[in-house]
């Protein structure tokens, strides 16, 4: 089975701050790795992937995300942030299965004051 | 690339009432859709995988003849909610798999808010 943890329900930071999402995850074998952002009442928005190669993995929007085998974890991260990126952002991991099936996590509320 | 559109963004409908939503990659073939249905601040819960020119899969508890999906094409996939009823409102929302590439993420529609009267 696989799973994805998102321990902070709600991450708020001031303009212009770095921001960190966290996520851990479960799989058997070595994990897909994707984070999604959504704004209200839209779809999923695709940020980026880490399938393999370099842990350090840099997307859309200036977010980048780490992957830590030995910790599982693959934590969001962006140097600086706009009030722009205030959204609900999901993180989700697929196994080596061919159902294609992502387990998300609960999501995180990240909300930027300016 | 990848865009998946989905149809229609609104649905309010009386109780008993059927409604059809589609899913369509714009862009690319997609041999797999999926279906998810989403509550108010919470995560996704998937509901069926959509494979073309064969029967879905449903994911446990969910209804089959409820949630009646159809894969007729390689760029279209419909969820048809049948005699629906308040406690279906709720967000739905498709995705695509690029057609022979597994390392490409999960494109999604915009969703489809769903009220029943």
């Known amino acids: 089975a696989q799973s994805v943890a998102q321990p902070e329900d709600q991450v708020n930071v001031a303009e212009g701050n770095p921001l960190t999402v966290k996520c851990t995850y479960s799989?058997?074998?070595?994990?897909?790795l994707f984070w999604y952002v959504q704004y209200p009442n839209r779809g999923l928005q695709f940020l980026l992937k880490y399938i393999t190669g370099d842990n350090l993995v840099k997307g859309s929007y200036g977010f980048e995300a780490e992957f830590n085998k030995s910790q599982t974890s693959f934590h969001l991260k962006k140097p600086s942030a706009l009030v722009s990126d205030s959204a609900l952002y999901f993180c989700?991991?697929?196994?080596?299965?061919?159902?294609?099936?992502?387990?998300f996590g609960a999501g995180t509320t990240v909300t930027v004051r300016a | 690339g990848a865009v998946v559109s989905q149809h229609p963004s609104w649905v309010i409908c009386k109780s008993g009432t059927s409604v059809k939503i589609e899913c369509r990659s714009l862009d690319f073939q997609a041999t797999t859709m999926f279906w998810y249905r989403q509550f108010p601040k919470q995560s996704l819960m998937l509901m069926a995988t959509?494979?073309?020119?064969?029967?879905?899969?449903?994911e446990q508890g969910v209804e089959k003849d409820k949630f009646l999906i159809n894969h007729a094409s390689l760029t279209l996939s419909t969820l048809t909610v049948t005699s629906a009823h308040p406690e279906d409102s709720s967000f739905y929302i498709c995705s695509a798999i690029r057609q022979e590439n597994s390392n490409q993420p999960q494109h999604f529609g915009d969703g489809t808010r769903l009220s029943i009267l």
């Open positions: 959509s494979n073309e020119g064969s029967k879905a899969t449903y």
């Open positions: 799989v058997s074998g070595n994990p897909y």
């Open positions: 989700a991991v697929r196994g080596l299965s061919n159902d294609y099936k992502l387990s």
